[in-house]
Nanobody, 123 residues
Framework: QVQLVESGGGLVQTGGSLRLSCTAS????????MAWFRQAPGNEREFVAV????????AYTAFVKGRFTISRDNAKNTVYLQMNSLKPEDTAVYYC????????????????WGRGTQVTVSS
């Protein structure tokens, strides 16, 4: 019903910034909760941030709170993740996810996923 495509990843030094984008195809983008997850080699996929359908409420893992900001532009069918003060431990493949009902932190509960974009932070 919806396809997600991430972009904006790359290589950045410690303390730098990146902005990730996830653009959705399909209809009724505003009916989906949107989230960002990340997965480093050898690690489990972990929750990063979530935003409600209107963009009025957000939540973050404690590891990124104060450094990352999730936002959405429903007119453009796009969700963003602004990442500031990046650390080497932020290195991972970042995925966006969407669901029509779920808004928690368990990745297995999200219905739709992008293919991911690589973020590498050098020390």
């Amino acid at each position: 019903q919806v396809q997600l495509v991430e972009s904006g990843g790359g290589l950045v030094q410690t303390g730098g910034s990146l902005r990730l984008s996830c653009t959705a195809s399909g209809r009724s983008f505003s009916n989906y909760v949107m989230a960002w997850f990340r997965q480093a080699p050898g690690n489990e996929r972990e929750f990063v941030a979530v935003i409600d359908k209107s963009g009025g409420s957000t939540a973050y893992t404690a590891f990124v709170k104060g450094r990352f900001t999730i936002s959405r532009d429903n007119a453009k069918n796009t969700v963003y993740l602004q990442m500031n003060s990046l650390k080497p431990e932020d290195t991972a493949v970042y995925y966006c996810a969407a669901d029509g009902a779920y808004s928690g932190t368990y990745y297995t509960s999200y219905a739709y996923w992008g293919r991911g974009t690589q973020v590498t932070v050098s020390s």
